[in-house]
């Protein structure tokens, strides 16, 4: 059996450039800057939320899209997830742990379909408004 690892999962964001090119470089909000730089510190591997794609490789090139989890029915949203979390079953095992920074509307359902396959989950942002998330963001960077 392998140690456990760790794996985050970082939603994707509005503001994006306007031509395609890899995912990591395609969000350019404040936030996702942010939660990138948090998680390429780390080490771990790291996976995007796309509204559009459902678990994007940081390097996948990928156009610019406009769509997002926020105006879509519930049953949608659970679509999109069993997609997510079918991609997901090839990245982490049970024992694992995953980092969930994203909303509400992202991860209402993985979160606890990944606990009930045994994975750790982490949401720490949660409960936190947007100057609070970068806030957060900016406290690990210093230490």
């Excluded at 994006?16 to 998680?39: D, E, G, I, T």
Aim: hydrophobic share 45%; glycine share 6%.
């Amino acid at each position: 059996m392998s140690p456990p690892r760790t794996t985050y999962l970082v939603s994707c964001v509005a503001k994006k450039r306007p031509q395609a090119c890899a995912a990591a470089a395609l969000y350019v909000s404040p936030w996702f800057r942010r939660a990138r730089s948090h998680v390429e510190r780390s080490g771990a591997a790291w996976f995007i939320l796309s509204a559009r794609h459902g678990l994007l490789a940081p390097d996948a090139i990928i156009d610019p899209y406009e769509e997002t989890l926020l105006r879509v029915s519930v049953r949608e949203r659970g679509n999109w997830a069993a997609r997510v979390l079918d991609a997901l079953a090839h990245q982490v095992a049970e024992g694992d742990r995953v980092v969930v920074l994203a909303g509400l509307r992202y991860r209402e359902f993985l979160v606890p379909s990944l606990r009930d396959r045994g994975v750790e989950v982490d949401v720490p942002l949660a409960g936190l408004r947007i100057g609070e998330q970068l806030r957060w963001f900016t406290a690990r960077s210093a230490a």
